[in-house]
């Protein structure tokens, strides 16, 4: 493990609850929902504890879930990027809707798949795994590319989330269920230059939440 000090810190947080998390509905990049009044409070809540953070940049995927999570920051005027890359997993003719048991199984046989190594499943119209790790592979260009942001929050999705912590840590992203998520869960990373390397130093806590005791 590290001891020297570390050339960047990324914060890299889900987005709060939506409604569609809450009826259990699958959103991926297709649907561009709002966050509900738990995942505002999620936010505030968030803000709350890592508001006085001097962040160098603030970083989302193209989705306004993930503006509004991290809007109390955007409103101290701090830079801010949008990235393609950092947007969710596309679930294809999945998204906007309940699913049926078919569904489920076709899902649950993916998701095995993946563990297998399978990656390059996916459902139809929709990514699979490598797909989203090429376009991540260029989010995570340009966010190494200005190594003046010491500090930096990065705000995206739960699934494209597991893929993009298999990426910097070096695993295999047949590993990616190994990293659960929450709706504002945090992760912190430190990043080292000379190494090219990141070491996990907090995953998916929550702490911020407990006083909602739905830290989900």
Known sequence: MKTSTPDKIFYIIRHGQTEYNRLGLVQGCGIDSDLNDIGRQQAELFFQKYGEIKFDKVYTSMLQRTHQSVKNFLDLELEWEKLVGLNEVS??????????????????????????GELHLKVPKGESPLEVAKRQREALKI????????????????????????????????????????????????????????????????????????AK
Request: charged letters at 25%; glycine letters at 6%; proline letters at 2%.
């Open 91 to 116: 679930w294809g003719d999945k998204e906007g809707r309940p699913l049926t048991k078919e569904d489920n199984k076709t899902y649950f046989e993916m998701i095995k798949g993946w563990r297998n």
């Open 143 to 214: 966010m190494l590319s200005y190594p003046q942001e010491k500090q930096v929050l990065v705000c995206m999705h739960g699934r494209a989330m597991r893929i993009l912590l298999c990426q910097l840590l070096g695993q295999s992203i047949s590993q990616m269920d190994d990293y659960e998520h929450s709706n504002l869960g945090l992760y912190v990373l430190n990043y080292y230059y000379d190494t090219n390397t990141f070491e996990l130093k907090l995953a998916n806590d929550k702490s911020h939440l407990e006083q909602m005791n739905i």
